[in-house]
């Protein structure tokens, strides 16, 4: 079990196995509901718990999970830049071998121009707030 999460951690950074891990502890949520019939003070160790996990949660400060954001809108501009170059030089060449090599070169130099603008991005914005 631990080297699953370890090995999660690794993957996907410490903050995703961290919620991930959290996530089962809805059972034990399940269990002081029940136990807090018997047991009031049940109910207060519950509310105790699950204000730690989220301050611990917020104490996690991992570089990938700032940067997020800029990962996806990224990923959606590559999608639409190279599914209409690759559309558009489907209708215009009409040999796939030609295709796949347009669009790999395509590819290779939308990452490397959204690359750089994103670099110059986070670069201006470090610089903005020494200002």
């Known amino acids: ?3 699953k999460y370890l090995l999660i951690s690794r993957l ?3 903050t995703f196995a961290v919620k991930l ?6 059972e034990a ?9 018997v047991f009031p003070k049940a109910r207060e160790i519950m509310r105790d718990e699950m204000g730690h996990e989220k301050i611990l949660i917020g104490m996690i400060d991992e570089e990938m999970v700032k940067y997020v954001g800029s990962l996806v809108l990224g990923l959606n501009d ?6 209409g ?3 558009g030089l489907t209708f215009t060449l009409q040999n796939s071998k030609l295709v796949g090599v347009a669009g790999l070169v395509t590819g290779i130099a939308a990452s490397l121009s959204m690359s750089a603008s994103e670099y110059l991005s986070q670069k201006s914005e470090k610089t903005e707030k020494t200002l």
């Open 78 to 83: 590559a999608l639409v830049e190279l599914t």
């Open 1 to 3: 079990m631990l080297f």
């Open 12 to 14: 996907f950074g410490l």
């Open 29 to 37: 949520e399940e269990v002081y509901e029940k136990i807090s019939i």
């Open 21 to 26: 891990i959290e996530k089962g502890e809805e």
């Open 85 to 87: 170059a690759l559309a």
